[in-house]
């Protein structure tokens, strides 16, 4: 099609040029023609004589056959017409009064009206009788041309020929502009049909090629690695919590963001391959791959380039990406098989919280169904009350008091069995239920808790995770408030954990977030800490209460002296910024010592106490109120 168009341009700026050309010489060509004939004070004698040469001119095509008996009556006609207007028009009196013009008019108007009746009747094949025609016709182009010759003399000549050569100037400076405004129309087009291929091709935010296009360039691709019996991969990347971003700081830093990541996919990927903005905040990138070139090295370094910090006029956020890969001849042979088994590999990789990584492998399309399968379910459990909370008890390490419980989702589905907790809010987060789900746990969680205060654990705490989506919302606040009001809990009584991913997407955001809701009277817990990303240059900005030290810290720190030290820094820190220390996955009592003498003060973990149902939970509070001993100092 675009073959087709730049033909049909270039034929049209031909067309233009031959014209102008053309008009050029024609002009040129009249300017002659008028130099030769026109030897009279008035134009209308040349006139005349052109009308006479062109009858006879008439005459010889017809006898010729290249003209029919229509063309030689239209002569006729037009040159009768001109003897009567010469005979009448007041702009024919200078020329008739020209000694011996008038008598050769009326003479040559009484032969045409003789001629009338022979001309009607010509055929081509009278060739004798137009002979006769121009015989007596070349009497009158002589008597025609005479006039013109005895007028062409003294000042008329040099009149005229400046006249011809004024003429052939201005023949000169309509070519010249013909030329100029062709070659302006010519660019003015090219720049306009790359304009709207660019419209048409590429994303106008970012400015990488649009899904239009990249059906395009993959096809070439493909047709590449066949001829040269290489392979593709098609990493397909997409931002973690951009809807978020979107909602809670406005759409200008959602486009900023995007044009910023479409950059850095453009440095990172050079000349290996093509990206593309599918839609949304979803990328593509076409690798062509080399013999034996690792394909997970391009998608490690597309990540990295993406999680770099991008700076905001408040803070800076730091974006995460999920990418999913899928190889082009061996996982597929149709775009359509590439791109699926990619995204497929990319949502395995979203609910994961091990990976941001994914190459295709065959079952994840199993795994795909199952999640669908699951968030319709999960809508319905929400509805329906179906979810459940379990409670693991947080101990302070020193007296073995229990400070707080954490509630934990468990959903038993009838086909699957037992959910496993991140799958569950990896699917919400997904299928847009997060909300629904989070406001759902609030309100068991303190709805529980209340129950316990009644029952006389009046200092108890419940702790509530909290998933980035509803945390950048910028609802949270109010909607605390509002758990609150129903279940009538007392504010001081919840803790809210948020992970680091979460509250580290955007600092100023955050922070006014976190902010609000201390404002609520609430404790803020950061969880799974120094697992997240520029975890330490963040910190001191949020307004925190504690820090929940991650249990792949927790793990090592007894055989892993390097592991015991990071331990004993995150502590230390976390005293210095005035907040509490919970060391989570504690599962001897090694590590709960050292920890106690460290100074950290609060802990979890299975040594301690495992997760357990409500009224498992009751009897553990119970018995801690009557003083039986608990695990970490007995």
Same mark, same amino acid.
Request: hydrophobic fraction near 45%; charged fraction near 20%; charge should be negative.
């Given at each position: ?98 000694? =011996? ?190 013999? =034996? ?162 029952? =006389? ?178």
């Amino acid at each position: 099609m675009n073959k087709i168009k730049l033909l049909t341009l270039l034929a049209i700026a031909l067309l233009f040029g031959a014209s102008a050309v053309y008009s050029y010489y024609r002009d040129f060509e009249v300017a002659r023609h008028v130099s030769a004939t026109i030897k009279a004070v008035s134009w209308s004698s040349s006139e005349l004589e052109m009308e006479a040469v062109k009858f006879d001119r008439a005459l010889t095509a017809l006898a010729a056959g290249m003209e029919d008996e229509a063309y030689v009556q239209l002569r006729f006609e037009l040159l009768w017409s001109r003897v009567n207007s010469l005979l009448e028009g007041k702009e024919s009196r200078p020329l008739r009064e020209q000694p =011996g013009v008038l008598p050769m008019l009326e003479d040559l108007l009484f032969q045409l009206q003789q001629w009338e009746d022979r001309v009607y009747k010509l055929t081509q094949q009278d060739r004798v009788e137009i002979a006769g025609l121009r015989t007596e016709l070349a009497h009158f182009q002589h008597s025609a041309r005479g006039i013109n010759v005895e007028n062409y003399s003294g000042e008329n000549v040099w009149r005229q020929l400046d006249v011809i050569q004024d003429s052939k100037l201005y023949s000169s400076l309509y070519l010249a502009g013909l030329l100029i405004s062709g070659v302006l129309m010519m660019w003015l087009l090219v720049r306009e049909n790359r304009r709207n291929r660019q419209l048409a091709y590429h994303d106008m935010l970012t400015g990488l090629p649009n899904r239009m296009y990249f059906y395009q360039l993959i096809k070439q691709a493909m047709q590449w690695a066949d001829r040269h019996h290489s392979r593709l991969a098609v990493h397909m990347v997409d931002l973690d919590s951009f809807k978020a971003v979107n909602d809670s700081l406005g759409h200008e830093v959602g486009d900023k963001l995007l044009k910023i990541v479409a950059e850095r996919l453009r440095d990172t990927v050079a000349k290996q391959g093509d990206v593309a903005r599918l839609g949304g905040d979803e990328f593509v990138i076409i690798q062509r791959l080399s013999q =034996g070139q690792d394909v997970s090295a391009m998608a490690t370094q597309l990540w990295q380039s993406i999680g770099r910090d991008v700076a905001l006029p408040d803070g800076c956020l730091s974006p995460q990406a999920c990418i999913g890969t899928s190889l082009y001849p061996a996982q597929g042979r149709s775009v359509a098989e590439l791109l699926s088994h990619a995204d497929t590999a990319m949502y395995n990789a979203k609910h994961n919280r091990q990976v941001s990584m994914q190459l295709y492998e065959s079952g994840m399309d199993e795994q795909r169904l199952r999640r669908q399968k699951l968030a319709i379910a999960l809508q319905a459990a929400i509805e329906q009350d179906a979810l459940t909370l379990h409670y693991q008890p947080i101990y302070r390490l020193k007296t073995g008091h229990i400070e707080s419980v954490e509630a934990l989702l468990r959903w038993s589905h009838l086909e699957y069995g037992a959910v496993p907790p991140l799958e569950v809010i990896a699917i919400a987060e997904q299928h847009g239920l997060a909300h629904r789900l989070n406001e759902w746990v609030l309100l068991s969680a303190c709805a529980q808790a209340q129950q316990w205060h009644q029952l =006389g654990h009046h200092r108890l705490k419940v702790n509530v995770n909290i998933s980035p989506s509803i945390f950048m919302d910028g609802e949270l606040a109010n909607t605390v408030r509002r758990v609150l009001r129903l279940t009538q809990l007392k504010s001081a009584a919840l803790v809210l954990e948020i992970t680091e991913d979460t509250s580290l997407w955007d600092t100023a955001g955050s922070e006014d977030q976190l902010r609000q809701l201390r404002a609520v009277g609430i404790e803020i817990a950061l969880d799974d800490f120094g697992t997240g990303y520029s975890s330490f240059s963040h910190l001191r900005q949020l307004p925190l209460n504690k820090l929940k030290i991650d249990k792949s810290f927790v793990a090592d720190m007894v055989t892993d002296r390097r592991a015991y030290h990071l331990v004993k820094t995150i502590i230390s820190l976390a005293h210095s910024l005035d907040m509490s220390v919970v060391a989570e996955g504690i599962e001897d009592a090694e590590q709960a010592v050292k920890l106690q003498q460290l100074g950290c003060e609060l802990g979890q973990g299975y040594l301690l106490a495992k997760p357990m149902p409500a009224a498992a939970m009751s009897e553990v509070l119970q018995a801690s109120i009557a003083g039986q001993p608990s695990v970490v100092n007995g």
